[in-house]
T-cell receptor, first 114, second 112 residues
Framework: EAEVAQSPRYKITEKSQAVAFWCDPI?????LYWYRQILGQGPELLVQ????????DSQLPKDRFSAERLKGVDSTLKIQPAELGDSAMYLC????????????FGPGTRLLVL | KQEVTQIPAALSVPEGENLVLNCSFT??????LQWFRQDPGKGLTSLLL?????REQTSGRLNASLDKSSGRSTLYIAASQPGDSATYLC???????????FGQGTTLQVKP
């Protein structure tokens, strides 16, 4: 069964450093999402791509976060500089073209900022 | 602004019991509602997706219902097993962009 791939699975960094997360969606899925989940809470959307275009980045802290999906396939989420409050699980999800479809989630990247 | 609430936050039941998890949302204008399972430190696994035109969906021992007018959904788990222990999250899609609004989840423990 096809799955969403993410790497790394775990990342420990010091504040003010740069970190990057990678996501490879299920083949053929045009829509890709990045969510952030703080411990004990539900995920919150950071950015949504339709192919290579950003559809929604209203909750992305643009002063330090950036995301790209250059060829409309895999995606990278970057944080620079990292802050203590960025410690969370970063989840990537994908769905087929229509926004009515089920979203499939990857295993996530757990970030700890010291 | 859509808000999603799940009650209770935690639930502990003996093995074999039937149980119901609750999800409520403030804006009834939704496209669909999705239930997920999350094991500790892991990603989300989709359990059931209910479109706004549907009343319920079933998969094995799971049954999810949707009442848009009252802003409520329930996830019914029959004959619970220790392997069902996890956090269950509901999420609604309100806009046409695909963005999901999640509740905080119900952490279920099924004791042998």
């Amino acid at each position: 069964e096809a799955e969403v791939a993410q790497s790394p699975r775990y990342k420990i960094t010091e504040k003010s450093q740069a970190v990057a997360f990678w996501c490879d969606p299920i083949s053929g899925h045009a829509t890709l999402y990045w969510y952030r989940q703080i411990l004990g809470q539900g995920p919150e959307l950071l950015v949504q791509f339709q192919d290579e275009s950003v559809v929604d980045d209203s909750q992305l802290p643009k002063d330090r976060f950036s995301a790209e999906r250059l060829k409309g396939v895999d995606s990278t989420l970057k944080i620079q500089p990292a802050e203590l409050g960025d410690s969370a699980m970063y989840l990537c999800a994908s769905s087929l073209v229509s926004s009515q479809e089920t979203q499939y989630f990857g295993p996530g990247t757990r970030l700890l900022v010291l | 602004k859509q808000e999603v609430t799940q009650i209770p936050a935690a639930l502990s039941v003996p093995e074999g019991e039937n149980l119901v998890l609750n999800c409520s949302f403030t804006d009834s204008a939704i496209y669909n509602l999705q239930w997920f399972r999350q094991d500790p430190g892991k990603g989300l696994t989709s359990l059931l997706l209910i479109q706004s035109s549907q009343r319920e969906q079933t998969s094995g021992r799971l049954n999810a219902s949707l009442d848009k007018s009252s802003g409520r959904s329930t996830l019914y788990i029959a004959a619970s097993q220790p392997g069902d222990s996890a956090t269950y999250l509901c999420a609604v899609r309100s806009g046409n962009t695909g963005k999901l609004i999640f509740g905080q989840g119900t952490t279920l423990q099924v004791k042998p």
